[in-house]
DNA sequence: GTCTATACATCGATAGAC
DNA sequence: GTCTATCGATGTATAGAC
């Protein structure tokens, strides 16, 4: 699952095949058909288990826009994950993606996640009231996939984490649970 | 080229066959290799074409800022532009794709263009006096390629544009040339 | 300028031996 | 559980007639 990771990442779904997954595993195709009975399973198995991985450990609540913050600094020294997830979300845009319903039931729930992270912020005043939390939760969405593509296609310099910090920042977001402890926060 | 526009939007380069794009055209797949020699050639003369026509008409200098949301206004209306730049900038970011060349370009310039826009924006005072131009124009980037893939995934009624126009206004720019003459343009 | 025919590689998946 | 061998489909590209 490793090298299938990371060549999905690298050539997309349609543009890896189970013989150079397999040889990379030091096994035929058959063999490796053996434990993922088709192409499909094999991609659905990774999508689920980097999902998996990735969230363990991911604040809810306000904390999750902090906390998607370190995330992002994560990713920026794993490239084969950012090439998996921007690759294959956008060729899962078609209808007739393998994984297409499995990006859209993400999409919406980290939306919906976000949103209630934004609502919870902005009630905690630790947001400009004018911010609102389902739209903001889909520009953060974007912003940060939108980064991954500048960070993949051509400047790897880029600091992603500061861009994401920066657009929280200017929604009025400073991590704090709410002013009226931003002291003891701070300290 | 619009059925090659079509088809490299919904399956992307890889996953776009000649037979299938000659088929459309009524003709066959050596009849299409007459007047583009390869495929290749055939996706770059796709790319170069629809980024002309993308672009005629498009304000520069600070204008720009504001150009941009109307122009994803009628991208909202376009489904097959926003597939292929979508898809295929995604599908480009490997380092050995065909037009890997073109759009790590492409990035460059529009993003130095943004951030010439916002640098003019805000020494007309049209600007939050804290927003950084090179990072805005990598955000104002990052957000519209953001807010596409969440469009064509799923949710084909959120508001690009409205998103776009909000982000613009939370960076405080407002369209105007600058503050002294505000009330002539708003009039 | 468009066709038929074809060369040659590679794809996902299956059959059956071990 | 892994292999060799193979199927049928499909890929880009070329040759040569018209």
Known sequence: MDQATALFGEAGY???SLRE????????????LHHFPTKESLLL??????????REGLATGAGLLSGLVDLVGRNAERR??????TVLSAEATAPDHPAHGWFADRYRRIV????????EARAGGDLHPDVEPATAAR?????????QIQWLLGDPEIDMAAAVAAHLRQQGHHGRTGPEDAASDQG
């Not at 997954?21 to 490796?32: K, V, Y």
Request: hydrophobic share 50%; charged share 25%; with cysteine.
């Open 21 to 32: 997954i397999a040889a990379r595993c030091g096994l035929s195709h058959p063999g490796l």
């Open 80 to 85: 084969g994950i950012v090439e998996l997830f």
């Open 14 to 16: 349609r543009g890896t």
């Open 139 to 147: 520009q953060l969405v974007a912003l940060m996939d939108g980064l």
């Open 45 to 54: 198995a990774v999508l689920e288990h980097r999902e998996e991985v990735d």
């Open 112 to 119: 919906a996640e976000l949103e209630a992270a934004y609502a």
